[in-house]
């Protein structure tokens, strides 16, 4: 007989093992369909390093095993999706830089319309020319 170890998670009150279970050293702790009965038989069987017949527990290993693939399928198949990684910001549009230039424009041409010999309108056109944006304004 080989043994091998049993998570004592497995175990729990009112339920039992289709097979023997063993502590350590090799000593029967639980046989096979014994039904724990209460919350004090239950501790000292974890109390111990609890131990399996490797083929007395193959086949309720391998339902285990089993289960849990569903459930992971079935937790794989429900789970929300993940959400999208953001975008990007999109690029202001295409209309705000044209307006924001008709606007700078509109500024410029009523400055040029006031120019005075002795007026100081570099200044003041300068100061509009610096509130455009866009890149590829050089400023004075």
């Known amino acids: 007989m080989k043994l091998i170890p049993f998570a004592p998670e497995h175990l ?15 000593r029967l702790m ?9 919350a004090t038989q239950l501790g000292r069987l974890t109390a111990h390093d609890l131990m ?18 569903l459930a992971e399928a079935f937790d794989d198949a429900f789970r ?6 953001p975008a ?12 924001e230039l008709n606007l700078v424009q509109t500024q410029l041409n009523a400055l040029l319309l006031e120019v005075a010999p002795d007026d100081k309108w570099l ?18």
């Open 52 to 69: 399996a017949d490797e083929d007395q527990s193959a086949e309720w290993r391998l339902a285990k095993q089993r289960e849990r693939e």
């Open 30 to 38: 639980m046989p096979r369909d014994a039904v724990i009965q209460d």
């Open 123 to 140: 200044p003041r056109v300068l100061a509009v020319a610096g509130r455009c944006t866009c890149s590829s304004t050089t400023r004075a």
């Open 12 to 26: 729990e009150v009112g339920g039992s093992l289709p097979f023997d279970l063993y502590d350590a050293a090799g």
């Open 80 to 85: 929300p999706a993940a959400p999208a990684a």
């Open 88 to 99: 990007e910001p999109p690029a202001p549009p295409r209309l705000e830089l044209i307006a």
